[in-house]
Structures are given as C-alpha cells and as structure tokens.
C-alpha cells in the first residue's frame, strides 16, 4: 500500500512568487492534514479536511494560504504570494476516521520551501 | 489550549546505552499522547501511542513510554540504543474530545544522536 505522497519534494522561489505544495493520502483516508515547521520551531497544525470539507482551518496563518482538496482525494496547499516567513517543511498526513479519537496518523516525507 | 514541551533539543548517547527522552504536557481537557519519530529525509513515524488504560505503552523498535497523568509526563525509553536510532523525535498530543478533530499539537522535537 502507498503512503502519503507529497510534491514537490523541494522548492525555492523568490518573495512575491507563488508556489503550490500538493499532498496524496493514503487510498481510503476520509481524514487530510497539514502542518508546517519552521526551522527552529515545532511542528504546528494549519487544517484539516473530512473528505472535501475543511473541518478545521484555524491552523492558517494568513489569507496568502489557500487549501483545497477536489472530490476528497488528493490536496494542494497554495501560497500566494510568498514571503520570506513562509520558508519552512510543510507535511501533510491522513487518518482513517473510525469515530473513535486518536485515530494515527501518517504523515508523508514534506516538502521544503525556501522562499528568498 | 494545551501545549507540550520537549525538554531536551538534543540528545547524544553511545550505543548500546540507555536513552530517556522527557515530555511534559499541559491541557485542560484529557488527552491522547503521541510519540513519533522522523529518520533523516523520511516522513513522521509513529512509535507509539496512549489511548487509555496500561500507562505502560510498548512501541515499535524496542521503545517504550509511560504516561503519568499526575506529572502530566510521557517520556520515552529505551534500554539499549542502536547506531539506527539516530532520529528526530517529537512528541504529540490530542484532545479526547471528536469534534477537536485529532489534530495533533507537537513538542519541539528532541534529535537523538547515537554515538559508536
């Protein structure tokens, strides 16, 4: 079975450019999330969708950050435009929804922006 | 709003020495307790977690940790390290409650490098 993918692996651009970070969950995953780090900081939530509904965006920054995630399968994150606090390693992961709580979840490799 | 403090940042051991990796939380509602680990370039894995009952929770790779409500502690152990164990751990928590969506809330993570 396939674990969560994400795309691109790496990715630089200059402040004012806009870059679209795109995650695919495992097959069958009702539950997307993404997170982000900053160097030097902890891993901190940005959303959560349930299929193609955003649960959860309190995690968001700012309005530069748009998710979205068509017919509940795969998700892009789309920043726009991009500003030097942006840089970080941004991770998405997904989770079956049992109804139970503490549902794991598995997270893919991220994907590391440097924003110059 | 809860928080969780890892309170180690590095960690360096010799192989085949015992490792301890110390996680604090704070919370006012229960939660469920996470520890994951990330390999050089590879995704968040999970180790372990603690749902309910025995607050002694084996994980994978010989790890272990015991959650101790009343220090509101889960730290991490492990009798004898491997030159393999050198990794990124993070610490998590979520709230028990569904509607918080499990979505999880990081320590600054604590790099275990393991010396020959």
């Known amino acids: 079975e396939a674990g969560v993918t994400q795309f691109p692996s790496h990715s630089v651009i200059e402040k004012g450019q806009t870059v679209t970070l795109r995650c695919d969950p495992i097959?069958?995953?009702?539950?997307l999330y993404w997170y982000r780090r900053v160097m030097g900081k902890e891993i901190k939530f940005l959303l959560h969708f349930v299929k193609e509904s955003k649960q959860d965006e309190s995690g968001m920054p700012n309005n530069r950050f748009l998710a979205e995630r068509t017919g509940g399968t795969y998700s892009t994150l789309k920043v726009q435009p991009a500003e030097l606090e942006d840089s970080g390693v941004y991770f998405c992961a997904s989770s079956q929804d049992r109804g139970t709580g503490g549902n794991e979840q598995f997270f893919g490799p991220g994907t590391r922006l440097t924003v110059l | 709003a809860q928080s969780v403090t890892q309170l180690d940042s590095q960690v360096p051991v010799f192989e085949e020495a015992p490792v301890e990796l110390r996680c604090n939380y704070s919370?006012?509602?229960?939660?469920?307790l996470f520890w994951y680990v990330q390999y050089p370039n590879q995704g968040l894995q999970l180790l372990l977690k603690?749902?309910?009952?025995?607050?002694l929770v084996k994980g994978i790779n010989g790890f272990e940790a015991e959650f101790n409500k009343s220090q509101t502690s889960f730290h991490l152990r492990k009798p004898s390290v491997h030159i393999s164990d050198t990794a990124e751990y993070f610490c998590a928590v979520s709230l028990l409650i569904k509607a918080a969506g499990n979505k999880l809330t990081f320590g600054g993570g604590t790099r275990v490098l393991v010396k020959p």
């Open positions: 919370s006012s509602v229960s939660v469920y």
């Open positions: 097959s069958g995953h009702d539950n």
């Open positions: 603690y749902l309910s009952g025995s607050t």
